[in-house]
């Protein structure tokens, strides 16, 4: 039962390793027994669901989060139950690699045309001439 990102893309259970840990924050006496955050690990350099390009661009993303072995590491603790941390923790998951499998567009670069270029130096001398214009009168 592994993580579906596509039609193509599965990530099997041995690249993802939960470990749940106690919460943060207010919660009362729930928050000192119960370990409902969920620290979701996903070892994305060594996954085979994904290529070369995918992983550059999910290191990208991934930010603070991809650690120096090539993990994925999200923290979730947004509500007091543990399943429901843990199935928002593996949505971000899905919607990060989603996001690095989407391939930006290259930029074309253009260039500005030498009569842009002409009425632009014309408009700084005209302005430039109305300027000296304003000295005092002889």
Known sequence: ?????????????WE???????????GGQNVNKVSTAVE????AARSPALTGPVKTRLK???GRKWTGDGAVILFV????????NREIARERLAEMIRAALFVPKR?????VSMNQKRKR??????????????????
């Open 40 to 43: 979701l690990r996903f070892e």
């Open 77 to 84: 603790q947004d509500t007091r139950s543990q399943a429901r």
């Open 16 to 26: 993802l390793t939960e470990q749940f840990v106690r919460a943060s924050g207010p």
């Open 60 to 62: 990208r993303l991934a």
């Open 107 to 111: 930029r074309v670069k253009t260039r």
């Open 121 to 138: 130096v014309d408009a700084k001398k005209q302005r430039g001439e109305v300027k000296a214009l304003r000295g005092k009168v002889d």
């Open 1 to 13: 039962m592994g993580l579906r990102i596509n039609d193509l893309i599965e990530i099997e259970d």
